[in-house]
Structures are given as C-alpha cells and as structure tokens.
C-alpha cells in the first residue's frame, strides 16, 4: 500500500512558477511509476504528467509540455512538479497518483491557483 502526500500548492501570478511536491510511504516507491493529474472545478480530472520508475522517462500533457518538468527523487520518496509560466487555465486541484488496485492511490491534492 503506498500514502500519498502533496504540497506546494499557492496562489501564484500568470507567468509565475511553483513546484508541487509528493510525498510516499511505502517501501515499493522506487519501484513504481507516478503521476500527477489535476482537476479543475466543474472539469474532469485529467494527467498532467507521468515519470517512470526510475525516473529514465517522463510524459507530459500537450497543455503543459515545454512549461513543466516531473521529476522524482526515489531516496526521498519524493515525486515533484516544476511549473513554470503558469497561466489561468492551470488553475486546478493537482494530485500525485501510484499505480495500485482500482484507480491507484491518491493523496489529498494541492491546490494551485493562477491570477491573471
């Protein structure tokens, strides 16, 4: 079973940066791929990145390629999500997500909000 934990969520200016972070338990971390998704109000949620398990390989949604990077640190048990250039539209309750039973684990979400 693997907890989930993010933060770093904020209130942030069009154009300005924040990097999320997600915190795991569980002593399979560094055995799995990650994700994060968000979920804008009214919206379905949606993946906004993937890393695999050693980190050798990333995906990115179209709508954020070239102005987020996922990246993982596996001695932390840490996934993060570097945003940069936010704009309005990425406006959203972010999650990380495991692979597991289901739909995975989720944490509780962090949320990000982009004033324009």
């Known amino acids: 079973q693997v907890q989930l934990v993010e933060s770093g969520g904020g209130l942030v200016q069009a154009g300005g940066s924040l990097r999320l972070s997600c915190a795991a338990s569980?002593?399979?971390?560094?055995?799995?791929?990650m994700r994060w998704y968000r979920q804008a109000p009214g919206k379905e949620r949606e993946v906004v990145a993937a890393i695999s398990w050693r980190g050798g390989s990333t995906a990115y949604a179209d709508s954020v390629k070239g102005r987020f990077t996922i990246s993982r640190d596996n001695a932390k048990n840490t996934v993060y999500l570097q945003m940069t250039s936010l704009k309005p539209e990425d406006t959203a309750m972010y999650y990380c997500?495991?692979?597991?039973?289901?739909?995975?684990?989720w944490g509780q979400g962090t949320q990000v909000t982009v004033s324009s």
């Open positions: 997500n495991a692979p597991g039973p289901g739909n995975g684990y």
């Open positions: 569980g002593r399979t971390f560094n055995l799995i791929d």
